[in-house]
């Protein structure tokens, strides 16, 4: 696991410092390997996963090293946003569906560190070999609920399979009522619950 300059990458964000639930994620990820993050839309999640992301990938590997899968476009292009204002040094793709997939062809052939997309399009670009699959070792499902919702169950059981070489799995929802399928393969999770108790009655 590399050190990261989180004061550096707080100040490249415009942030003084890291809220309760980034602290908490990061506390937590470091001593488990299967986390699940219920936390509001809002509430700095996304740095709360991509501060622990960022601590597995090694500069040293030059192939795709993490994946974050997500229901929508706009919330692709939402942590894409995030993680490149952070100026990691490393490489991020965005894969999602309504524009050519043969634009993010030739975005995969150098290797990024990290993809970011949605279930479909990742499936597809696996099917066609377009990435290498065999140094991914963490993975993110961010909103996981609404992917389930969606109908996405058979694109993430099938990446998720594809998949051998996972040792960090980070789960996150807006919700705090939803089950966690079998095949994610996450086992005994540390679970971090930041919805407010009002917001759990109303669901």
Do not use: W
């Not at 601590?55 to 229901?71: D, F, H, R, Y």
């Amino acid at each position: 696991m590399q050190q990261i300059n989180i004061p550096l990458i707080l100040n490249s964000l415009g942030f003084e410092g890291l809220n309760e639930i980034q602290q908490a994620s990061l506390e937590a990820n470091a001593k488990n390997d299967n986390v699940v993050l219920l936390s509001a839309t809002g509430s700095g999640k996304t740095l709360a996963f991509l501060l622990p992301l960022l601590e597995t990938l090694n500069p040293e590997i030059n192939n795709v090293q993490a994946l974050i899968i997500v229901p929508s476009r706009e919330l692709a292009i939402q942590i894409d946003e995030v993680f490149r204002k952070m100026q990691t040094g490393f490489k991020v793709t965005l894969c999602y569906g309504g524009h050519k997939r043969e634009t993010e062809e030739n975005n995969l052939k150098e290797a990024p560190a990290l993809i970011i997309g949605t279930a479909g399009r990742l499936a597809d670009h696996i099917r066609r070999n377009n990435f290498d699959l065999d140094n991914i070792t963490t993975l993110v499902l961010d909103e996981f609920d609404k992917s389930l919702e969606l109908g996405f169950t058979e694109e993430m059981s099938f990446i998720i399979n594809k998949l051998t070489k996972l040792n960090k799995r980070i789960l996150v929802s807006a919700t705090s009522d939803v089950e966690i399928p079998k095949y994610t393969r996450v086992v005994h999770p540390t679970i971090l619950d930041f919805i407010p108790e009002a917001e759990e009655k109303n669901n």
